[in-house]
């Protein structure tokens, strides 16, 4: 196939795929309020409405994609042409990406945490450790020890630049150079409380001299879903916390609001997918280039089986034992030299949906295959959200600096 075949058409698929995969209502500009949550505007409101016949039908292609060159474009004068609706595709943020945003800020009490991003120069944590422990249903697990705080601090890509900066913390802020945050396997938040608690450490790290702020892979996702007011469920009344089992069946329901994805080709994986390894880890999409899976430049070229991890154009936000950091924004790449499963099982993916694209079908596979599943949240139907956003302890530290990137930097 060639690169003109591939490419035709895709103005038509990036206009049904950004309506059937994205928050149509987040198409539109919305107001950031005092918290950095989006307030949203009656005549963008107005605007959906009309396009889904109060949302009672779904839009054509052709309507949706006039919608979207009215919106984007400067006073509604001139289409973007091609390359920037591949560009707005592969800049889009999502609700889900923003809540693991919100998170990722809050529990390090800075914005900056999320400029931070670990690659495959990134060393390895010191002062941190692991030691044999049993969760309280009896199940064993290797238990993060802070041996040394200062030595962690020291060595920590975000932590370090906090400790040097004299006007951390600001008000309202927790200083976490003293409370630092790590990954706990089998620290959970409790989020049907009123409150998410991001600074306890669970039971997956140890109680010592040292405080600490714990938190597993799963309970982020959850909680960053709550911080966003999305459900995994269309029946959820409060804040579901789900692990990566329950969410793996959780996706099979028909009352689920993240099922697993079928990519609309060439395009792939988006900010706010949830790539999920029943258990063992989660993790969220959170930039995605033009071409994150490597998929359309090994089709132009007839050579779907040369896909490498080396070829992933994307970031992810997590809370894992990678490099012992624990929440972080991750470079996909450095998989490339660190051992993954996960990451193995998406690779497969990528060439099996490169060589559909070569035999020239639209969509891909559904990315579900055994334990692995790439889950998207069905952000147009107005039953997956809550009335309320989930309201994170501490999160006034970063309101204003969130808010200010969300309306500056466009997310």
């Known amino acids: 196939m060639t690169g003109d075949q591939i490419q035709n058409g895709q103005s038509q698929m990036m206009a049904e795929r950004i309506y059937k995969e994205s928050d149509i209502l987040d198409a539109v500009d919305d107001v950031i309020g005092p918290d950095g949550r989006p307030i949203k505007d009656r005549s963008s409101q107005e605007a959906m409405e009309d396009l889904t016949d109060d949302y009672t039908n779904f839009p054509s292609s052709s309507e949706v994609n006039n919608y979207i060159n009215e919106s984007l474009s400067f006073t509604g004068q001139c289409n973007i042409d091609e390359a920037d609706k591949d560009y707005a595709y592969g800049t889009m943020y999502t609700r889900g990406s923003m809540g693991a945003r ?42 993060r020890v802070i041996t040394n705080r200062q030595a962690m601090v020291n060595s920590h890509g975000i932590l370090s630049q906090l400790d040097k900066d004299p006007e951390f913390p600001s008000e309202k802020c927790i200083d976490t150079t003293q409370r630092p945050p790590v990954y706990g396997y089998g620290s959970r938040k409790g989020l049907r409380s009123r409150e998410i608690n991001l600074f306890t450490r669970g039971q997956g790290v140890a109680k010592n001299n040292v405080q600490a702020s714990g938190i597993d892979c799963s309970e982020f996702i959850s909680a960053a ?20 089992t329950s969410l793996h069946y959780a996706s099979d329901n028909s009352d689920s609001c993240v099922k697993p994805v079928e990519f609309d080709l060439p395009y792939s994986i988006q900010s706010g997918d949830i790539i999920n390894l029943k258990g063992s880890h989660v993790l969220m999409v959170d930039t995605a280039g033009p071409d994150p899976l490597g998929i359309r430049g090994a089709a132009e070229s007839n050579s779907c089986n040369s896909i490498t991890i080396n070829d992933f154009d994307f970031t992810y936000i997590h809370s894992g034992a990678l490099n012992n950091y624990g929440p972080a924004r991750v470079s996909a790449r450095i998989h490339a030299t660190k051992r993954s499963t996960m990451f193995n099982n998406l690779l497969a993916q990528a060439r099996t949906a490169c060589t559909r694209l070569v035999q020239g079908r639209a969509s891909s596979q559904k990315m579900r295959s055994g334990r692995f599943s790439i889950l998207r949240h069905d952000s147009g139907n107005p039953a997956c959200y809550y009335e309320d956003y989930g309201k994170l302890k501490g999160e006034e530290c970063i309101n204003q600096c969130f808010g200010e990137r969300r309306l500056n930097d466009g997310y």
């Not at 990722?104 to 670990?118: E, K, P």
């Not at 879903?225 to 990566?244: C, H, I, V, Y």
Request: proline residues 3%.
């Open 225 to 244: 879903f709550a911080a966003e007011g999305l459900k995994f469920n269309k029946s959820d009344r409060d804040f579901n916390s789900l692990t990566t």
């Open 102 to 143: 919100r998170v990722l800020a809050t529990i390090y009490q800075s914005c900056d945490a999320i400029d931070f991003v670990m690659d495959e120069t990134t060393p390895r944590l010191s002062g941190v450790s692991t030691r044999p422990a049993t969760l309280t249903d009896g199940s064993d697990f290797k238990q």
